[in-house]
């Protein structure tokens, strides 16, 4: 079966720094993507992991431990237009993305 | 088009009643996928085509529920005899021929509201 877990909720300041969490069980694996989702707009793509280790862009990186199933989105120098939903979102065959529930951060002054 | 074109973004259906959302994938890309976003979760599977030929079509959640791209380019998600529980953004998404994953790319998605 197909299992994610990451946090629903977390909330931050301006300017601080934030990790959240997912942890997968999928059949079959081929990378993990993470994707922001601000309410009422599409998913847009963030980060993709496929081998073991740390990816730098920007104020975003994303980490993946493949035999831990186990990932991290890290968001760096937050502002206020990171308050969003963040997908968790292993790869599994075909393409086929199968997401978590998100995390929705809260960003505050 | 720049990006992936859904229509309609929005439709009231009451209930009973049949509806059709179309995607328009972004030109030349050969997959295209439907996903299903409830209000407070994220999106969950639904089918997957490339080109014409719809390859997984295991997320689909009961039979009121078809989905056709008869010429490899725009696809439409028919659903019959809608239900309240049907109430949903429905996300289209597509993808370019040899992209390696990390190129797939989400519609703005159809709001369904069954009344």
């Known amino acids: 079966g197909q299992n994610i877990d990451q946090p629903t909720e977390m909330t931050a300041t301006e300017g601080a720094i934030v990790q959240i969490n997912c942890t997968y069980q999928?059949?079959?694996?081929?990378?993990l993507f993470w994707y922001q989702q601000h309410a009422g707009e599409a998913p847009t793509f963030l980060s993709y992991n496929v081998l073991d280790g740390l990816e730098e862009k920007g104020r975003f990186s994303s980490f993946l431990s493949r035999s831990k199933g186990y990932s991290y989105l890290l968001l760096k120098e937050l502002q206020m237009k990171d308050s969003a939903s963040y997908l968790c979102?292993?790869?599994?065959?075909?393409?086929?993305?199968?997401f978590g529930t998100g995390t929705r951060l809260l960003v505050s002054p | 088009g720049a990006g992936v074109s859904q229509s309609p973004r929005y439709k009231v259906a009451k209930r009973g009643q049949d509806v059709a959302l179309r995607c328009d994938p972004i030109?030349?890309?050969?997959?295209l996928f439907w996903y299903q976003q409830a209000l407070g979760q994220g999106p969950e599977f639904l089918t997957y085509?490339?080109?014409?030929?719809?390859?997984?079509k295991s997320g689909l959640p009961s039979d009121r529920f078809f989905a056709e791209r008869p010429e490899g380019s725009v696809s439409t998600l028919k659903i019959q005899r809608t239900q309240q529980e049907d109430s949903a953004v429905y996300l289209c998404a597509s993808s370019p021929p040899g992209s390696s994953g990390n190129t797939i790319y989400f519609g703005e998605g159809s709001w369904l509201t069954v009344v």
């Open positions: 979102a292993p790869l599994t065959g075909f393409q086929k993305l199968v």
């Open positions: 085509f490339q080109n014409e030929a719809q390859l997984d």
């Open positions: 999928t059949s079959g694996f081929n990378g």
């Open positions: 030109s030349g890309h050969v997959s």
